[in-house]
């Protein structure tokens, strides 16, 4: 069988213990033939979508109790398994969250005023236990009590977050990091694409790529703002979230010269 990871996804592991459970999970659906039997079910019973959903939701949870025991058996700890439900909740946001610095676009040509920025601190706000009923997945809160349930069933955890190499785990996520800016500037969704160049040049400050993607993203919201509605590419002010909210904002705010 074959297993794809999206370059999103990865771009938010903060290690390589967090991809093994992820991996884990779906060597565990295969291992059961999940998506075979769901397909049986689903064409042999005239049912509800909620029936369908908890057939599937019991999918999920065998996948987490049995991935929580591999993770255990590798070495791994157990505290990166409660993580990846982390990087899954919170999956919407950019791939790491850094506080914007008021400076970062001065230079003897150019000067933002400080006052164009806001002092709001906006909330990360997500209900892990949101309505599930008609979801292929139980929400974090119902997979975050499994997991709990099923890691307190086992003793001698590792500590490992790295078993196979810390350098190749950075090197394929930061390369899944610039195509997920690259990504963002062919979908138009360029304050994301700006703010995750941001956290990306405090690693890479003289890198060539990141220099094109910015004079992209730089000419799109020029473009976006004398052509087309400006408020389009934002996020509505309710949903910001975060250190990248207060970066947004401070672009939703700009004047059009």
């Known amino acids: 069988g074959m297993i794809f990871f999206s370059t999103g996804l990865i771009a938010q592991f903060a290690n390589e213990a967090q991809l093994a459970y992820v991996l884990a999970h779906e060597i565990i659906h295969y291992?059961?033939?999940h998506v075979i039997e769901s397909f049986k079910f689903e064409s042999n019973n005239?049912?509800?979508?909620?029936?369908?959903?908890q057939y599937s939701k019991e999918h999920e949870f065998e996948a987490d109790r049995e991935a929580v025991l591999m993770c255990h058996d590798a070495g791994y700890s157990k505290?990166?398994?409660?993580g990846t439900l982390d990087v899954l909740m919170f999956s919407h946001l950019p791939f790491d969250e850094l506080k914007f610095d008021n400076q970062y676009y001065n230079t003897d040509l150019f000067f933002v005023p400080e006052g164009i920025f806001t002092k709001k601190e906006y909330a990360i706000d997500f209900d892990a236990n949101h309505n599930d009923s008609l979801s292929t997945h139980p929400n974090i809160e119902k997979r975050r009590n499994e997991v709990d349930k099923t890691i307190l069933k086992h003793t001698n955890w590792g500590t490992a977050t790295f078993l196979v190499s810390e350098s190749k785990f950075n090197e394929i996520r930061n390369i899944c990091r610039f195509e997920t800016v690259r990504n963002r500037i062919i979908r138009g969704e360029i304050p994301?694409?700006?703010?995750?160049?941001?956290?990306?040049?405090?690693?890479?400050?003289?890198?060539?790529?990141?220099?094109?993607?910015k004079a992209?993203?730089?000419?799109?919201?020029?473009?976006v703002r004398a052509n087309s509605n400006w408020k389009s590419v934002f996020p509505k002010e309710k949903e910001l979230e975060g250190a990248s909210g207060q970066f947004f904002h401070f672009l939703m705010n700009l004047k059009a010269d």
């Open 216 to 223: 992209h993203a730089w000419y799109d919201l020029a473009r």
């Open 46 to 53: 005239k049912r509800s979508i909620e029936q369908l959903s």
């Open 79 to 82: 505290d990166e398994v409660y």
């Open 31 to 33: 291992k059961h033939n």
């Open 192 to 213: 994301y694409a700006l703010y995750e160049i941001y956290v990306l040049e405090k690693e890479f400050p003289t890198s060539e790529s990141l220099k094109a993607f």
